[in-house]
Protein backbone atom coordinates (compact mmCIF):
# COMPACT_ATOMS: atom_id res chain seq x y z
CA UNK A 1 0.00 0.00 0.00
CA UNK A 2 1.80 3.13 -1.16
CA UNK A 3 0.39 6.08 1.09
CA UNK A 4 3.36 8.45 0.22
CA UNK A 5 3.14 11.62 -2.34
CA UNK A 6 -0.83 12.06 -1.52
CA UNK A 7 -0.60 15.30 -0.79
CA UNK A 8 -4.25 16.86 -0.91
CA UNK A 9 -3.17 20.40 -1.97
CA UNK A 10 -3.88 22.31 -5.16
CA UNK A 11 -0.19 22.33 -6.35
CA UNK A 12 1.10 24.19 -8.95
CA UNK A 13 -2.50 25.29 -8.84
CA UNK A 14 -3.15 27.79 -12.10
CA UNK A 15 -7.23 28.80 -11.58
CA UNK A 16 -6.41 30.85 -14.82
CA UNK A 17 -7.12 27.23 -16.42
CA UNK A 18 -10.01 26.32 -13.97
CA UNK A 19 -10.79 22.84 -16.77
CA UNK A 20 -7.22 21.94 -15.97
CA UNK A 21 -7.66 21.92 -11.91
CA UNK A 22 -10.36 19.99 -12.55
CA UNK A 23 -8.82 17.08 -14.28
CA UNK A 24 -5.93 17.60 -11.75
CA UNK A 25 -8.83 17.16 -8.91
CA UNK A 26 -9.84 14.13 -10.46
CA UNK A 27 -6.49 12.44 -10.61
CA UNK A 28 -5.95 12.96 -7.22
CA UNK A 29 -9.95 11.41 -6.77
CA UNK A 30 -8.54 8.40 -8.40
CA UNK A 31 -5.51 8.08 -6.57
CA UNK A 32 -7.54 8.52 -3.47
CA UNK A 33 -9.72 5.74 -4.38
CA UNK A 34 -7.00 3.09 -5.17
CA UNK A 35 -5.74 3.94 -1.86
CA UNK A 36 -8.83 2.75 -0.39
CA UNK A 37 -9.44 -0.14 -2.15
CA UNK A 38 -5.71 -1.11 -1.21
CA UNK A 39 -6.80 -0.41 2.43
CA UNK A 40 -9.62 -2.30 2.57
CA UNK A 41 -7.54 -5.90 0.98
CA UNK A 42 -4.79 -4.82 3.03
CA UNK A 43 -7.03 -4.78 6.36
CA UNK A 44 -8.56 -7.73 5.37
CA UNK A 45 -4.58 -8.85 5.03
CA UNK A 46 -3.04 -7.96 7.68
CA UNK A 47 -5.67 -6.37 10.25
CA UNK A 48 -5.84 -2.74 11.48
CA UNK A 49 -1.86 -2.06 10.74
CA UNK A 50 -0.05 0.98 11.74
CA UNK A 51 -0.09 1.58 7.77
CA UNK A 52 -4.43 1.00 7.60
CA UNK A 53 -4.37 3.69 10.04
CA UNK A 54 -2.53 6.18 8.17
CA UNK A 55 -3.87 5.49 5.17
CA UNK A 56 -7.67 6.35 6.19
CA UNK A 57 -6.53 9.23 8.02
CA UNK A 58 -4.98 10.59 4.63
CA UNK A 59 -7.99 9.21 2.43
CA UNK A 60 -10.79 10.77 5.44
CA UNK A 61 -8.58 14.09 5.10
CA UNK A 62 -8.72 14.08 1.32
CA UNK A 63 -12.29 13.63 0.56
CA UNK A 64 -13.51 15.73 3.57
CA UNK A 65 -11.72 19.08 2.41
CA UNK A 66 -10.49 18.98 -1.18
CA UNK A 67 -13.10 16.82 -2.34
CA UNK A 68 -15.79 18.22 -1.14
CA UNK A 69 -14.85 21.74 -2.46
CA UNK A 70 -14.14 19.69 -6.33
CA UNK A 71 -17.92 18.92 -5.83
CA UNK A 72 -18.57 22.92 -4.98
CA UNK A 73 -16.70 24.06 -7.71
CA UNK A 74 -19.16 21.91 -10.08
CA UNK A 75 -22.33 22.63 -8.51
CA UNK A 76 -21.98 26.19 -7.71
CA UNK A 77 -19.59 27.30 -10.60
CA UNK A 78 -19.92 24.87 -13.94
CA UNK A 79 -22.86 23.62 -13.68
CA UNK A 80 -25.09 26.73 -14.04
CA UNK A 81 -23.52 27.92 -16.55
CA UNK A 82 -23.68 25.44 -19.35
CA UNK A 83 -27.09 23.65 -17.93
CA UNK A 84 -29.34 25.60 -20.03
CA UNK A 85 -27.38 24.78 -23.30
CA UNK A 86 -28.88 21.64 -24.41
CA UNK A 87 -31.37 19.17 -22.90
CA UNK A 88 -28.61 16.46 -23.38
CA UNK A 89 -26.01 18.42 -20.78
CA UNK A 90 -29.15 19.14 -18.51
CA UNK A 91 -29.86 15.59 -18.31
CA UNK A 92 -26.19 14.67 -17.74
CA UNK A 93 -25.71 17.50 -15.29
CA UNK A 94 -29.39 15.65 -13.60
CA UNK A 95 -27.25 12.74 -13.97
CA UNK A 96 -24.08 13.86 -12.14
CA UNK A 97 -25.94 15.77 -9.42
CA UNK A 98 -27.49 12.55 -8.15
CA UNK A 99 -23.93 10.98 -8.42
CA UNK A 100 -22.50 13.65 -5.98
CA UNK A 101 -25.57 12.83 -3.77
CA UNK A 102 -25.18 8.97 -3.73
CA UNK A 103 -21.31 10.12 -2.99
CA UNK A 104 -22.22 12.33 -0.22
CA UNK A 105 -24.42 9.16 1.51
CA UNK A 106 -21.81 6.30 0.98
CA UNK A 107 -19.33 9.11 2.76
CA UNK A 108 -21.25 9.28 5.77
CA UNK A 109 -21.32 5.80 6.52
CA UNK A 110 -17.61 5.69 5.47
CA UNK A 111 -15.86 8.19 6.82
CA UNK A 112 -16.76 7.79 10.62
CA UNK A 113 -15.07 4.38 9.67
CA UNK A 114 -12.00 5.91 8.52
CA UNK A 115 -12.10 8.23 11.86
CA UNK A 116 -11.98 4.65 13.86
CA UNK A 117 -9.82 2.67 11.56
CA UNK A 118 -8.06 1.07 14.48
CA UNK A 119 -10.92 0.11 16.35
CA UNK A 120 -13.38 -1.46 13.91
CA UNK A 121 -16.05 -3.69 14.84
CA UNK A 122 -16.98 -4.95 11.43
CA UNK A 123 -14.11 -4.67 8.90
CA UNK A 124 -15.91 -6.48 6.28
CA UNK A 125 -18.31 -3.54 6.50
CA UNK A 126 -15.15 -1.16 5.69
CA UNK A 127 -14.27 -2.99 2.86
CA UNK A 128 -17.62 -3.23 1.38
CA UNK A 129 -18.19 0.20 1.45
CA UNK A 130 -14.43 1.39 0.96
CA UNK A 131 -14.90 -0.38 -2.19
CA UNK A 132 -18.62 1.31 -3.45
CA UNK A 133 -17.21 4.61 -3.03
CA UNK A 134 -14.32 3.64 -4.70
CA UNK A 135 -16.32 2.22 -7.67
CA UNK A 136 -18.80 5.02 -7.86
CA UNK A 137 -16.77 7.74 -7.26
CA UNK A 138 -14.06 6.69 -10.25
CA UNK A 139 -17.03 5.85 -12.89
CA UNK A 140 -18.31 9.23 -12.13
CA UNK A 141 -14.89 11.04 -12.92
CA UNK A 142 -14.84 9.05 -15.50
CA UNK A 143 -18.25 9.90 -17.21
CA UNK A 144 -17.38 13.46 -16.44
CA UNK A 145 -13.94 13.47 -18.18
CA UNK A 146 -15.66 11.29 -21.26
CA UNK A 147 -19.23 12.99 -21.53
CA UNK A 148 -19.29 16.25 -19.97
CA UNK A 149 -15.47 18.32 -19.80
CA UNK A 150 -15.19 17.65 -23.74
CA UNK A 151 -18.57 19.50 -24.49
CA UNK A 152 -18.25 21.98 -22.28
CA UNK A 153 -14.54 23.37 -23.32
CA UNK A 154 -15.91 24.45 -26.61
CA UNK A 155 -19.07 26.45 -24.64
CA UNK A 156 -17.49 28.48 -22.17
CA UNK A 157 -15.86 31.97 -22.96
CA UNK A 158 -12.70 33.48 -21.55
CA UNK A 159 -14.63 35.26 -19.72
CA UNK A 160 -16.36 32.46 -18.28
CA UNK A 161 -13.58 30.57 -17.27
CA UNK A 162 -12.10 33.62 -15.69
CA UNK A 163 -15.22 34.01 -13.46
CA UNK A 164 -14.93 30.07 -12.52
CA UNK A 165 -11.06 30.32 -11.66
CA UNK A 166 -11.77 33.36 -9.74
CA UNK A 167 -14.66 31.64 -7.63
CA UNK A 168 -12.77 28.05 -7.21
CA UNK A 169 -9.43 30.07 -5.71
CA UNK A 170 -11.96 32.11 -3.54
CA UNK A 171 -13.29 28.91 -2.42
CA UNK A 172 -9.80 27.80 -1.65
CA UNK A 173 -8.68 31.17 -0.02
CA UNK A 174 -6.07 31.80 -2.44
CA UNK A 175 -5.28 34.94 -4.34
CA UNK A 176 -6.50 35.43 -8.32
CA UNK A 177 -4.44 35.45 -10.03
CA UNK A 178 -1.93 32.87 -8.75
CA UNK A 179 1.55 35.57 -7.51
CA UNK A 180 3.63 35.77 -10.44
CA UNK A 181 0.53 35.23 -12.80
CA UNK A 182 0.64 39.16 -14.09
FE1 LIG B 1 -18.59 15.50 -10.12
FE1 LIG C 1 -15.54 16.02 -10.99
Redesign the pocket.
Known amino acids: MEIENFGAQTDNADFSNPLAM?HA??ERIRRFCRLLQDAGSALQQHGASQDFVTACKHIHHYFSTAGKL?HQD?ENDIFPLVIRTSLKIAELIHQLKQEHRQLDQLWESLAPLLQSARHLDDPGQFIRLANDYARLAVAH?DK?EEEFLPVIQHLLSSEQLEKIGHSMALRRNLAFPPPGFE
Open positions: ICHHEVE
